[in-house]
């Protein structure tokens, strides 16, 4: 009868111990006050119609068009799912203007990071001949 008190009492244990940090493996993450107004802001900013990347706090992207804008939520329509979109501030982590082409992979490619890589095989292929000229002289 001893040994069946002491699981008991073990596992009650457990059980409260991992109990206090389930509620952080429970809920979604939640956006401060000051990042809610922040992503609000930059929704305004962007304006109705313009192309726009949504990032969620969970890291999932959207890709679409604002259509309305509401106090507390925006809509987009979704081009890749075709279909409308409706996101509440607080579960937003950031957005984005524009939402970029299909890279190799399939996924679609921030446009600041598309202008970058161009810039970047762009330099190599101008830096390339010139190097090449240079060590030929030698």
């Not at 119609?49 to 949504?54: K, Y």
């Not at 957005?95 to 446009?111: A, E, I, L, S």
Request: hydrophobic share 40%.
């Amino acid at each position: 009868m001893k040994s069946h008190r002491y699981l008991q009492i073990s596992a009650l244990t457990f059980a409260l111990v991992l109990g206090n940090n389930a509620p952080a493996f429970c809920r979604s993450p939640q956006n401060s006050p000051s990042q809610v107004q922040k992503v609000k802001d930059q929704v305004q900013k962007i304006g109705a119609a313009e192309d726009v990347t949504v990032i969620l706090l969970t890291g999932k992207e959207y890709y679409g068009a604002i259509r309305t804008i509401e106090p507390d939520s925006f809509e987009i329509a979704e081009v890749d799912l075709k279909q409308i979109m409706a996101f509440d501030y607080k579960d937003v982590k950031k957005v984005r203007k524009g939402y970029g082409g299909r890279g190799f992979t399939g996924k679609r490619v921030n446009p600041r990071n598309q202008w970058i890589a161009a810039a970047a095989v762009l330099g190599v292929l101008i830096v390339l001949p010139v190097i090449i000229l240079a060590s030929s002289k030698d």
